[in-house]
């Protein structure tokens, strides 16, 4: 072997000195294992953090997009039972019915709005009760719509009676105490998922409601029939009606799609609302504006906080807890509970002539939702639209159209209310060009 040879040898061995040493050392150091620092592990901790952090709100992002998109689904079978309805029966649903007792019909007053076995049914049957069977709701209708067993309902009067087909009241939810089973059943279609309200002090809740148009004037006790006498009406009360008579749904009268003269896809026929969390958000519980609101629409704007601009810096005391929750009823008639207008833009504050019981007050009963920037709507043609709260809404100071209005105000005039208010009227002949 020459002496080339064992040189490189002796390299390998690390026995040459004094490279051999450094190699050896090297070739030992080699295979040791290591751990992270501290310094190491706490940045690694926060790359971490930063991660989740921005994970988080995607998240919660995909998942608000989820039930946005079930909620838009809910609305289009409700544009599909409308629909279906009217193929049906020739007409939409009415908005407040109800048997009414023929017995009682010459009394007069409340006693001729009682029901056929008196229960204090008032014609309150909203249009939601009659879309049950178009909604795959056929045994809830089926209960709604035959006797009922399941208790009793007392009355001074007349004793003890049963609950005989859409007996039960839809406004204190109970007939002296004995609760109406249907009206506290949530359906699924008529809950938006985004909205987390449950339970008492509400019934059967829901997230949508039928368009009256862009009158106030209009809720209940002003229309066709007065408050204090359903059954007989008189030529003022008509022709208030009919002056501010201008959405797809009225109250207590039937209407058909060739009554809606500006379109089919140009016209609300409902909306998307909040129920109440209790927690007086301004779209979910009202305030009263001391003076007629159909005079002002923004008359309660003063009242909201001005740190908190979603929620009442005021407080009031409601003399029937039920009635003072939006949404609180899918079965009813009753303005807060199944009732929206295009008079103040989505997500505005709900403000009425009184300071409690909305049941018959004037009111501003905008959309709203808990989905970010806006609201759902339903055209009369079925389509599903999303309306922003900036949406183009004239002058939410502005007097609404009413018989014996003058100017502006005169019946027939174009909506005060600009495209939003355009967009409620089924026949009030506004050109819609833009996009909404």
């Not at 204090?228 to 208030?240: K, W």
Request: contains cysteine.
């Amino acid at each position: 072997m020459g002496t080339g040879t064992k040189l490189v040898q002796l390299f390998r061995v690390g026995s040459f000195h004094p490279s051999g040493q450094i190699m050896s050392h090297f070739n030992r150091s080699s295979h040791k294992l290591r751990g992270f620092t501290l310094v190491e592990l706490l940045v690694v901790i926060a790359i971490i953090g930063v991660l989740v952090g921005l994970l988080l709100p995607a998240v919660q992002a995909a998942r608000e997009a989820a039930r946005r998109m079930s909620c838009s689904n809910n609305f289009k079978q409700m544009g599909l039972a409308l629909h279906n309805y009217h193929s049906a029966y020739n007409q939409l649903p009415i908005h407040g019915t109800g048997p009414i007792n023929e017995a009682h019909r010459a009394l007069g007053g409340s006693a001729a709005r009682w029901n056929k076995d008196p229960a204090h049914q008032y014609s309150r049957i909203g249009a939601l009760v009659g879309l049950l069977p178009f909604v795959e709701q056929q045994a809830i209708w089926e209960r709604v719509s035959n006797p009922l067993t399941i208790g009793t309902t007392q009355f001074t009067e007349f004793g003890t009676v049963p609950y005989t087909e859409m007996q039960g009241t839809t406004t204190q939810f109970t007939s002296d105490g004995v609760s109406y089973d249907p009206w506290f059943t949530e359906i699924k279609t008529y809950r938006c998922p985004s909205d987390p309200g449950v339970g008492l002090p509400a019934g059967g809740r829901t997230n949508y409601g039928v368009c009256i148009g862009d009158s106030i004037s209009l809720n209940l006790g002003a229309g066709k029939y007065s408050d204090s006498n359903l059954i007989t009406t008189s030529t003022t009360s008509v022709a208030n009606f009919r002056a501010s008579d201008r959405g797809v749904f009225d109250v207590y009268e039937k209407n058909k799609f060739r009554d809606i003269l500006d379109g089919l896809s140009n016209t609300i026929a409902m909306g998307e609302m909040n129920t109440d969390l209790g927690d007086s958000h301004i779209t979910t519980e009202t305030r009263g504006g001391g003076t007629a609101v159909q005079n002002k629409p923004d008359r309660c704007r003063p009242q909201i906080n001005p740190n908190r601009p979603q929620f009442w810096s005021t407080t009031v005391s409601h003399t029937f807890t039920p009635l003072a929750s939006r949404g609180a009823c899918w079965a009813a008639t009753a303005p807060g509970f199944t009732i929206v207008n295009t008079v103040l833009p989505p997500n505005r504050e709900y403000c009425n002539d009184a300071n409690q019981d909305f049941v018959a007050s004037n009111g501003t009963l905008t959309v709203s939702s808990r989905h970010q920037g806006g609201a759902h709507v339903l055209m009369a043609d079925g389509a599903v639209r999303f309306i922003t709260d900036s949406i183009e809404a004239g002058n939410s100071s502005a007097a609404d159209v009413r018989n014996g209005g003058s100017g502006a105000t005169a019946p027939g005039s174009q909506s005060p209310y600009g495209l939003w208010g355009a967009l409620g009227t089924r026949a009030a002949k506004e050109v819609i060009d833009q996009e909404f």
